[in-house]
């Protein structure tokens, strides 16, 4: 069992064989508000993301957790987060919908819940925040089974280096203003392949200088 004690500020528990973690909720929350960095990341923790994540720290900056067993909803605790940064919780069991990161978008710079395993997966639309965050560069929801569209506010995301939302089922026609993700020209990485976007490509997706671009499998047309 994971053991974060509570005037730790960085807390490293990764590639280990932990099958659980400890609740922040044992500790008081003024005693929590140290630590900035917390991995559990590559372990065979089989846990409810609820139970871990109820009472984070409201100062935590990177939480990595990906390669785990992890399961159920994420908790509405995610919302309000003001100096998160990178939260990565990919290659587990989550499920439902995606929280609003009301107020961690404000900080986040990378997003990673892709692959979720055991038929479980992230469903519903992406969450409207996203698309205002001005500081994100990584963006990953690939391999999940999230609807809806990808909107004319994805130009927001002026910093953005890697948008990777494949193997979901995103539909409707693309907004030109992907060829304004990156300012036009951060962006390395972008792929939309396996949904059902349908319509035309944007000619501005062609003018994403030094990018690599994964569009197959949709219903594209002439």
Not at 5 to 31: E, W
Not at 75 to 96: E, M, T, W
Not at 159 to 173: G, R
Request: hydrophobic share 40%; proline share 5%.
């Amino acid at each position: 069992e994971a053991l974060v004690a509570p005037l730790l500020n960085y807390a490293d528990f990764s590639n280990n064989g932990f099958t659980s973690m400890r609740r922040f909720v044992q500790y008081k929350v003024s005693s929590l508000q140290s630590l900035r960095f917390c991995d559990s990341s590559n372990n065979a923790i089989q846990q409810d993301a609820a139970e871990i994540l109820e009472n984070i720290p409201l100062d935590i900056e990177q939480f990595l957790a990906s390669n785990n067993q992890i399961y159920g909803k994420l908790p509405a605790s995610l919302d309000n987060l003001p100096k998160l940064r990178q939260l990565n919780i990919s290659s587990n069991a989550l499920s439902g919908d995606l929280p609003g990161f009301i107020e961690s978008f404000i900080t986040l710079q990378e997003l990673d819940v892709s692959n979720q395993k055991n038929d479980a997966d992230f469903t519903g639309p992406i969450p409207d925040n996203v698309w205002r965050s001005l500081s994100l560069q990584m963006l990953n929801l690939a391999d999940n089974r999230l609807t809806g569209t990808v909107p004319f506010l994805v130009g927001n995301l002026a910093v953005l280096e890697v948008f990777d939302v494949s193997n979901n089922f995103l539909d409707s026609s693309l907004p030109s203003e992907l060829g304004m993700i990156g300012g036009g020209g951060s962006l390395k990485h972008l792929d939309l392949s396996s949904n059902a976007f349908t319509g035309t490509i944007p000619f501005q997706v062609g003018q994403l200088q030094g990018a690599s671009v994964f569009l197959k499998d949709n219903r594209f047309q002439n």
